[in-house]
C-alpha cells in the first residue's frame, strides 16, 4: 500500500501544485496553452513514437483488449444517451455530450502519467492501443451525431458530408495518431534506432509527466460545480465506477490478456472525465454547466478511486 501511495501521491502533488498556481494567477493563459501545446503536440507524441518504435507490433497489438474496452465504451455511451433523452428529456445534441461524458476519460493528462509512474515502460504497449482508439471511436460519434440534430433543427449543422471530412482531418492530423503511426512505420523498417534519435525523444518523453499534470491542474481553476448536480454526478459515477467495474469484470474473467494490460484497461476506464467534453459542449453550446461539474467532481473523486485501483494492481500483480 505504501508503495503505491509514493507513486500516486506525487502524482496529485504536482496536479495540486498546478491548480493553486492558477488559482494565483502566475500562470498567464497564452503560457497555460504553450505549455498544453508542447505536451500535446511535441512530448506525448515523442514517448508515443518511441514506444511504436521498440516495440513489435506483431507481438504488440492485441485486438481483444481494444474490443472488450470500447464494447464497454459504447454500449455506456448508447444507454447514456438514451437516459438523457427518455429521462431527462434532452434533445440529441444534449444527449450525446451527456453520454460523452460518461464514457470519454482524461487518458493523456491523467491516464498516462499515472500509467506511466506506476508500471514505466511495461504498461506503454496497453496505454497506446487504447489511448489511439479513445477520439477516432468516442469524439467521432458524438460530434456527428450533435451536427445532425443541428442539421435536423435547421440550426447550421454542417451537414453528412461535411463532417464526415471535417472528422477524417482531424483525425489524421491529430499529434497522438500520427506520433503511433510514425512508430509503427519506422519499427516496421529496417532504420535502427540511433543514439541521437534516442537521446532526443528521451529528453522529450522525460517530460510528458510533470507537464501534463501541471497543466492539468492549472486547468482545473476554470471548472466549476454548475447547472444539475444530481444529473453530473449520475454521470460521474457511471464513468468512474461502473465503467471499469465492468471492464475489469471484462478483461479478467472473459478475454485473456496479461494481468498487467488488463490492470491498465481498468485504471484507463476510471479515469475521471477528459476536458474535451466540456471543449465540446462550449463548440455546441448545450450541456456546458453540467460538461464542467462533471471534469471537476470526476477529477476530485478519482483522487480516492484511481488510487485505490493502483494501490490494489501494484500489490496483486506478479513482479
Avoid at 471535417?166 to 499529434?175: D, G, M, Q, R, Y
Avoid at 488488463?262 to 472525465?273: S, Y
Amino acid at each position: 500500500m505504501f508503495v503505491s501511495l509514493e507513486i500516486v501521491i506525487p502524482v496529485f502533488l504536482v496536479i495540486l501544485s498546478g491548480y493553486v498556481t492558477g488559482k494565483r494567477h502566475w500562470v498567464s493563459s497564452s503560457a497555460l496553452k504553450g505549455l498544453s501545446f508542447f505536451v500535446y503536440y511535441l512530448a506525448i507524441p515523442a514517448l508515443l513514437f518511441r514506444t511504436m518504435a521498440q516495440g513489435n507490433l506483431s507481438s504488440d497489438i492485441d485486438f481483444s483488449l481494444i474490443i472488450a474496452f470500447y464494447s464497454v465504451s459504447l454500449t455506456i455511451f448508447i444507454c447514456s444517451a438514451f437516459l438523457g433523452c427518455f429521462l431527462y428529456g434532452h434533445g440529441l445534441k444534449e444527449a450525446a455530450v451527456m453520454a460523452m461524458g460518461a464514457t470519454y476519460g482524461n487518458l493523456l493528462l491523467l491516464g498516462f502519467p499515472l500509467v506511466y509512474s506506476a508500471f514505466g515502460d511495461e504498461g506503454m504497449v496497453p496505454l497506446t492501443m487504447l489511448i489511439a482508439f479513445q477520439a477516432p471511436i468516442l469524439m467521432a460519434l458524438t460530434s456527428m451525431l450533435t451536427e445532425y440534430d443541428l442539421l435536423r433543427e435547421g440550426d447550421g449543422g454542417q451537414g453528412v458530408k461535411a463532417i464526415m471530412l471535417s472528422l477524417a482531418k482531424a483525425i489524421w492530423s491529430n499529434p497522438i495518431i500520427l506520433g503511433l503511426i510514425a512508430g509503427g512505420i519506422f519499427q516496421l523498417s529496417s532504420f535502427e534506432f540511433i543514439a541521437i534519435l534516442d537521446r532526443f525523444t528521451s529528453i522529450l518523453s522525460g517530460a510528458v509527466v510533470p507537464c501534463a499534470l501541471f497543466s492539468l491542474g492549472v486547468s482545473l481553476t476554470e471548472f466549476k460545480l454548475a447547472g444539475d448536480l444530481k444529473q453530473s454526478f449520475l454521470i460521474v459515477i457511471v464513468k468512474t465506477i461502473i465503467y471499469p467495474s465492468i471492464v475489469a469484470f471484462l478483461v479478467f474473467n472473459v478475454i485473456e490478456v496479461p494481468p498487467l494490460w488488463a490492470a491498465v484497461a481498468v485504471i484507463l476506464a476510471a479515469q475521471p472525465t477528459g476536458m474535451n467534453v466540456f471543449i465540446l459542449a462550449q463548440q455546441y453550446g448545450v450541456f456546458t454547466a453540467r460538461a464542467a461539474s462533471v471534469v471537476l467532481s470526476s477529477t476530485i473523486l478519482s483522487v480516492v478511486t484511481v488510487t485505490l485501483l493502483i494501490a490494489y494492481y501494484v500489490n496483486v500483480l506478479p513482479k
